[in-house]
């Protein structure tokens, strides 16, 4: 003869059947919940569960999981903490129902007697087993010389500095992922993450560099020297040409360098001890955007530099040019004549 606990617990594995499930395990909560919960709020409970199982029952996933989670504000059952994760898995918050999942599991613990709640904790343990494999990562990666003070946000949430180096668990869809300096420079980039994926987030800071170039003269009229003949306006085009140019080489540099280090990321996962023959591609990849990469920074460096002589020379009068190398790549402003 089969027990009412053993017939609660086979109701509570057939996952179609929320209903059943919920108004047998409502009627084990009373003996098992602790004494500060009132009869009243058991009761409470017990309704609103049996309305977001028929909810359930009907795909009104959204009206079901008001309706659960507003029972477990009352009572802290593993049974209802198994049908919270079931309605997150159908809405698609597969991180959300993750953690429920666990939460059903370390409810049980508090009453280990209770058959119901031993039930739920069992099929939360499985249906988290396979719901794992479908849970989306997500990793931020700081790299450059202000990193170091840097806030990230997701999805407006601050993240702890010592969590950024490790794959945090996300719902599929959508996310922004912003980063701030502490010199004040943001950014921010949207990224959409599918069921099962691994994605990686680079930001590459470095600090705003200015370097003051000539500053116009006055008119005669104004008050000023006479205007420079129509030669001296050669070197200072010639100027702006060679620093745009090499502020380009330099930005060309610093993609290539994230580039390389995304690769050389994986290839260090890969090649413990040795790379897999299979990996050689990847391996010449990264070489070439690793040296590519020091090449556009040495060119961009010659090019800032002999741009910036030029322009100096043409006027070396005062400062109307900068340099901008930040978070948001390179910039040169300044007033052509």
């Given at each position: 003869?089969?027990?009412?606990?053993?017939?609660?617990?086979?109701?509570c594995?057939?996952?179609?059947?929320?209903?059943?499930?919920?108004l047998?395990?409502?009627?084990l909560?009373?003996?098992?919940?602790?004494?500060e919960e009132?009869?009243?709020?058991?009761?409470?409970?017990?309704?609103?569960?049996a309305?977001g199982?028929?909810?359930?029952?009907r795909?009104?996933?959204e009206?079901?999981?008001t309706?659960?989670?507003?029972?477990?504000?009352?009572v802290?059952?593993?049974?209802?903490?198994l049908?919270?994760?079931?309605?997150?898995a159908?809405?698609?918050?597969?991180?959300?129902?993750?953690?429920r999942?666990?939460?059903?599991?370390?409810t049980?613990a508090?009453?280990a007697?209770?058959?119901a709640?031993?039930?739920?904790?069992?099929?939360?343990?499985?249906e988290?087993?396979a719901?794992?494999?479908?849970?989306?990562?997500l990793?931020v990666?700081?790299?450059?010389?202000?990193s170091r003070?840097?806030?990230v946000?997701?999805?407006?949430?601050?993240?702890?500095?010592?969590?950024l180096s490790?794959?945090?668990?996300v719902?599929?869809g959508?996310?922004?992922?912003?980063?701030?300096?502490a010199?004040?420079?943001?950014?921010?980039?949207?990224?959409?993450?599918?069921?099962g994926?691994?994605?990686?987030?680079?930001?590459?800071?470095e600090?705003?560099?200015r370097?003051?170039?000539?500053?116009p003269r006055?008119?005669?009229?104004?008050g000023g020297?006479p205007a420079h003949?129509p030669?001296?306006?050669?070197?200072?085009?010639?100027?702006?040409?060679?620093?745009g140019?090499?502020?380009?080489l330099?930005?060309?540099?610093a993609?290539?360098?994230?580039?390389?280090?995304?690769?050389?990321?994986?290839?260090?996962?890969a090649?413990?001890?040795?790379?897999?023959?299979?990996?050689?591609?990847?391996?010449?990849?990264?070489?070439?955007?690793?040296?590519?990469s020091?090449?556009?920074?040495?060119?961009?460096a010659?090019?800032?530099?002999?741009?910036?002589y030029?322009?100096?020379?043409?006027?070396p009068?005062?400062a109307?040019?900068?340099?901008?190398?930040?978070?948001?790549?390179?910039s040169?402003?300044?007033?052509f004549?």
């Amino acid at each position: 003869m089969i027990s009412a606990s053993e017939l609660g617990g086979a109701g509570c594995r057939r996952a179609g059947r929320a209903f059943v499930c919920l108004l047998f395990a409502a009627a084990l909560w009373a003996p098992a919940v602790g004494a500060e919960e009132s009869d009243e709020a058991r009761a409470t409970a017990r309704r609103l569960a049996a309305e977001g199982s028929e909810a359930f029952e009907r795909r009104d996933f959204e009206r079901a999981l008001t309706l659960f989670d507003e029972a477990g504000s009352l009572v802290q059952a593993p049974t209802i903490a198994l049908m919270q994760a079931r309605t997150l898995a159908e809405l698609g918050r597969l991180a959300s129902a993750a953690e429920r999942y666990s939460a059903a599991q370390q409810t049980a613990a508090a009453d280990a007697s209770n058959p119901a709640f031993q039930s739920a904790a069992e099929d939360a343990a499985r249906e988290l087993s396979a719901l794992k494999p479908r849970i989306p990562t997500l990793r931020v990666k700081l790299v450059g010389s202000e990193s170091r003070g840097a806030q990230v946000t997701i999805d407006g949430q601050a993240v702890p500095p010592e969590t950024l180096s490790i794959d945090r668990w996300v719902d599929p869809g959508p996310h922004e992922v912003a980063v701030r300096t502490a010199a004040g420079a943001s950014s921010a980039r949207t990224i959409t993450v599918a069921e099962g994926s691994r994605e990686e987030v680079v930001f590459s800071l470095e600090p705003v560099v200015r370097v003051p170039v000539a500053a116009p003269r006055r008119s005669p009229a104004e008050g000023g020297s006479p205007a420079h003949p129509p030669e001296s306006t050669r070197p200072r085009t010639l100027g702006w040409l060679t620093l745009g140019t090499g502020a380009a080489l330099t930005g060309a540099g610093a993609v290539l360098g994230v580039l390389a280090l995304g690769h050389k990321s994986d290839l260090d996962a890969a090649c413990k001890p040795g790379c897999p023959p299979d990996y050689e591609d990847d391996i010449d990849s990264y070489r070439l955007e690793r040296n590519l990469s020091y090449v556009g920074f040495a060119l961009g460096a010659a090019g800032l530099g002999a741009g910036t002589y030029l322009l100096l020379r043409s006027d070396p009068s005062g400062a109307g040019a900068a340099v901008g190398l930040s978070v948001g790549g390179v910039s040169v402003s300044g007033r052509f004549q």
